[in-house]
């Protein structure tokens, strides 16, 4: 098939793209009723993003989303917005927008292929089946172009995954590597099958925890599906606030954004909320996929010694053993999540930039950055709680 052969397109909204021409590059392992593999590129999870308000005017994440057809048939797509700041991204660019204006360039806008304030790993570049090579191939020379014929930038792929990596780096983009910590199920019956892989002083801490943490007072429950009522998420909005407040000043998603979730997305989720006489103190919202349980927010109107670690780390590796899945995405930073189990994992995104002096400057800061990250993630394997044969085993 020739490049001619595929129309590029630029599509403000997901709604004229469709949800099953979407989903049919988005997640195809979903048309028989099944989970998604990813459920943060399904056009439901996106398209609750737009009709929040949570992405669009006044928010510096304007959708215009690339498509590429065949005859009028959608083969590809891929979630792309301009930027005009680098909040919710969760891959940082800051010194870079810094250094770029400092040499009299304008930074922004820039092109970003991501899921909007969503640091978990997943296909960026999303194609029906039977058009995988030339589908990406088409994303990418798009994404390009467009920033080429409207002088930005760059544009970048946040969290993709280490094949579209590696695909892309052939093409011409630049690699960069990060981490973060993620809890592999390794076959566990139960929790106290995953303690009993742990080095006895990291067991007995853990143990301690949860014990100091379900001695709050009160109980903890985890909903999903039909279990979730609006109440649940009157309760969720005042946690999200308080922690949005705190960490980034203001919160990324709206409140409508967790209306649209209790009618859409509620089978995709695992909320964990904690009560306390009569009222809902504390809560944690995970996300489900086809094989890995995904933590996002955390937020509470009380504060009770270790319960932030019970509600979003420990209830999210019984939900995973319970459920099967090989993986929780603890999400963004976060160290203090090695103990508890998490280990450094390495995540991926790409980046192409318009001016050769400064893609040459990010690219020397890259191969340094890359050789630190190596470095960082064996030092924190080897701190990590586990004995030394399960550490051997993983390596």
């Not at 199920?185 to 990291?202: H, M, T, V």
């Amino acid at each position: 098939m020739s490049a001619q052969e595929i129309e590029i397109r630029l599509v403000p909204s997901l709604a004229e793209i469709g949800q099953a021409d979407w989903d049919a590059c988005a997640c195809p392992e979903a048309a028989e009723g099944g989970p998604p593999v990813d459920p943060f590129t399904t056009y439901r999870f996106l398209s609750a993003l737009e009709e929040s308000g949570s992405v669009g005017p006044g928010t510096g994440w304007q959708p215009q989303h690339l498509a590429a057809y065949v005859e009028g048939q959608i083969i590809a797509v891929a979630p792309l917005y301009a930027k005009m700041h680098s909040q919710g991204e969760y891959i940082f660019d800051h010194n870079w927008a810094h250094a770029f204006e400092r040499a009299g360039g304008q930074y922004y806008p820039k092109l970003q292929i991501a899921v909007p304030h969503t640091p978990a790993t997943g296909r960026r570049l999303l194609t029906r089946p039977g058009f995988e090579e030339v589908g990406k191939r088409a994303l990418i020379q798009g994404a390009i172009q467009v920033t080429e014929n409207n002088n930005l930038s760059s544009v970048h792929v946040t969290f993709c995954t280490q094949q579209e990596a590696e695909f892309a780096e052939e093409m011409g983009l630049m690699v960069r590597k990060s981490q973060q910590f993620h809890w592999k199920n390794d076959s566990y019956a139960d929790f106290d099958g995953f303690l009993a892989s742990l080095n006895s002083r990291k067991r007995k801490n853990i143990r301690k925890e949860r014990t100091q943490a379900q001695g709050f007072g009160g109980t903890i429950q985890t909903f999903t599906g039909d279990q979730l009522q609006p109440e649940h998420w009157d309760a969720f909005w005042h946690f999200y606030q308080d922690t949005g407040a705190r960490k980034w000043g203001s919160p990324y998603l709206t409140r409508q954004f967790f209306d649209i979730a209790q009618e859409t997305l509620r089978d995709d989720i695992a909320l964990v909320l904690a009560e306390r006489d009569g009222r809902w103190i504390a809560g944690a919202l995970n996300f489900i996929g086809a094989d890995a349980l995904y933590g996002r927010y955390w937020g509470c109107i009380e504060h009770h010694p270790c319960l932030h670690f019970e509600l979003c780390y420990y209830r999210a590796i019984d939900f995973a053993i319970a459920n099967g899945l090989s993986t929780v995405e603890a999400g963004a930073q976060g160290e203090h999540k090695l103990a508890r189990g998490y280990l450094p994992t390495p995540t991926w995104s790409l980046h192409w930039m318009r001016d050769e002096g400064f893609a040459r400057a990010v690219g020397d800061y890259l191969e340094a950055e890359r050789d630190a990250v190596d470095h960082e993630i064996e030092i924190l394997t080897e701190y990590g709680p586990f004995k030394r044969a399960q550490i051997e085993e993983r390596e």
